[in-house]
């Protein structure tokens, strides 16, 4: 983290380099076997049941061992990489993981969308073993704010979603004040921005806010539950877009919609923390054998 952290101070004071062309060069690395404890406490942490995983490793976990190999894919890019926000994800679960097997990894930069005022990064991970290399496939979205032109104009921000009206609460849960620090335990992932309450406010928040897969994790149990039948392998695709910071503690909720949609947020009207899409694989009968 702080050879990372050197990298961005230093890249300040070198010439700015050219856009390269998309989509970049493949990262590989093979990582070894996750350990059990650590996957445990975080289905825990996360609301899930550790009985309905079996021998299967979380998808959700894939900032912990696919974010060092992200890091390496984003090198040497001619932007202002310290003010990078993660500001949405897509996961595809094309086949489970087994636990206790060393992870394959491949991760390029897929896509580079710039306007004057911003660049969004499309970064792709995939995670696998021998038999299964692309089981997993992450699609992260990173936006990197462009410093204004003197004089240019702010323009409006744009509206944030609100929770449907109409919209089913389907589960509720609590974000104590220190499940930023509880997060960056579990993923190696220590922004201070939450877990250090005056590193938030220079950053701009009110105070601590939840990493936004934090909240995913989270999500994704509460789907598991109540769409899935308790059974992790039948979630197929879990997208979503951040889009209000979960400010430490306070609470959150999932709520439905029809067509797969969701939302993230505290009540229909409010704004909403995030919102996404899911879907689902049709549950096999039981006279096929084991899922797949």
């Not at 101070?9 to 996750?34: C, H, I, N």
């Not at 595809?92 to 991760?107: C, K, Q, S």
Request: aromatic share 8%; proline share 10%; glycine share 10%.
């Amino acid at each position: 983290m702080w050879g990372e952290l050197f990298r961005l101070q230093l890249r300040r004071f070198l010439p700015k380099g050219q856009v390269p062309s998309m989509p970049g060069p493949y990262f590989e690395a093979t990582v070894p076997p996750r350990d059990d404890r650590l996957i445990d406490d975080l289905i825990e942490w996360s609301g899930g049941d550790r009985a309905s995983w079996g021998d299967q490793l979380p998808f959700y976990l894939h900032p912990q061992w696919g974010f060092p190999l992200g890091v390496a894919a984003l090198r040497g890019l001619p932007f202002p990489m310290s003010r990078a926000l993660n500001v949405g994800c897509s996961t595809t679960m094309h086949a489970p993981i087994p636990r206790g097997e060393p992870l394959r990894l491949r991760a390029r930069l897929d896509a580079i969308d710039q306007t004057d005022r911003r660049v969004l990064l499309h970064q792709k991970l995939w995670t696998g073993t021998a038999a299964h290399p692309e089981a997993l496939e992450v699609d992260y979205q990173v936006l990197v704010p462009l410093p204004r032109e003197p004089g240019a104009a702010r323009g409006e921000k744009p509206q944030r979603p609100h929770v449907p009206e109409g919209a089913q609460e389907v589960a509720r849960w609590s974000n104590g004040p220190r499940a930023g620090l509880e997060f960056a335990l579990l993923t190696g992932d220590f922004n201070p921005i939450h877990w250090i309450a005056p590193a938030a406010k220079l950053a701009g928040f009110r105070s601590k806010i939840l990493h936004g897969f934090g909240s995913a994790a989270r999500t994704a149990e509460a789907l598991i539950r109540q769409e899935c039948g308790g059974d992790p392998s039948r979630l197929e695709r879990l997208s979503m877009r951040f889009t209000h910071p979960v400010v430490l503690p306070s609470e959150a909720a999932l709520f439905l919609e029809e067509g797969g949609a969701f939302t993230v947020g505290l009540e229909p009207g409010g704004v909403a923390f995030f919102a996404g899409t899911y879907a689902v694989r049709e549950q096999q009968p039981e006279s096929q054998g084991d899922t797949p």
